[in-house]
């Protein structure tokens, strides 16, 4: 099955290009973004804050079952046009990433499709590849717990 | 079950990852990797059988046994690879893509 994301990452630059057709009117496609309780639903995270303003920020969190933070992420925003562009920073705290830049761009294709395009800039080549493999390494290191969980019940 | 022979639909399953894990510390029969789980030894095999077909694995034989051990360059291969953020970012936008076509507004 074709993945309908694309993502553009060139060799040696410090910058992605994600992007991806939506089967939805590009209004609720940013309604996706502007919404705390479904920005958290699709997002995987609790939504402490999200200002939808140019100044506004963001604040996002998410705990493990014992209520253990787990990641924490926030941003401000530099541009909102509603149904056209969102310009913000984002940032993982207690983590070695440093801020990024991220541009996302909403087009409106027909009345049912429409395009988002995240570009997003990273303050290194290295942050920007250490970034991309952090999905591979979380999926290791979760079959790796899950397989201690197993082992520990033999015993 | 159909064998697929693309890695990342490989590494995509948790029971797939374990194994490589499981391998990446020491070479074993398909035996006694099926023991460290709760699913059949058939079942194993099969997820043994794909991984190896992805070359994520590498075998050996030692007299009538045959080992199996994580293949350090494909996994760097793999690693190196942005399919697994992409397949992250896919999962989210179809998420996504599903609560919105579902939106009711609340007024």
């Known amino acids: 099955m074709e993945l309908k994301t694309k993502i553009s990452a060139k060799e040696g630059q410090q910058d992605l290009v994600i992007t991806r057709e939506f089967d939805l009117p590009v209004e609720l496609l940013f309604k996706a973004y502007t919404e705390p309780e479904i920005v958290a639903q699709w997002m995987s995270t609790k939504v402490l804050k999200l200002e939808n303003k140019k100044y506004g920020g963001y604040e996002f969190e998410t705990s493990d079952p014992h209520g253990n933070v787990v990641f924490k992420a926030n941003g401000v925003i530099h541009e909102y046009s509603p149904n056209v562009r969102i310009i913000r920073t984002f940032e993982m705290e207690n983590s070695p990433f440093a801020p990024q830049l991220e ?4 087009e409106s294709i027909s009345e049912e499709t429409s395009t988002l395009t995240m570009h997003v800039i990273y303050k290194s080549v290295d942050l920007r590849d250490q970034m991309l493999k952090l999905p591979f390494a979380q999926g290791i290191n979760m079959a790796h717990n899950r397989l201690q969980d197993a082992v520990s019940k033999l015993k | 079950m159909e064998i697929r022979r693309d890695v990342f639909q490989a590494i995509a399953d948790p029971t797939r990852r374990a194994i490589l894990s499981l391998v990446a510390i020491q070479a074993m029969t398909p035996g006694v990797i099926a023991e460290n789980f709760d699913s059949s030894r058939q079942t194993i095999s099969k997820h043994i059988q794909i991984l190896a077909e992805c070359e994520l694995l590498s075998q050996y034989q030692n007299g009538r046994e045959i080992y199996y051990l994580t293949n350090a360059k ?11 953020f992409r397949q992250m970012w896919d999962d989210r936008f179809n998420k996504l893509e599903a609560l919105m076509k579902n939106y009711k507004p609340k007024k």
Do not use: G, S
């Open chain 2, 74 to 84: 494909k996994m760097k291969e793999v690693a190196d690879f942005i399919e697994p």
């Open chain 1, 103 to 106: 541009f996302l761009d909403f």
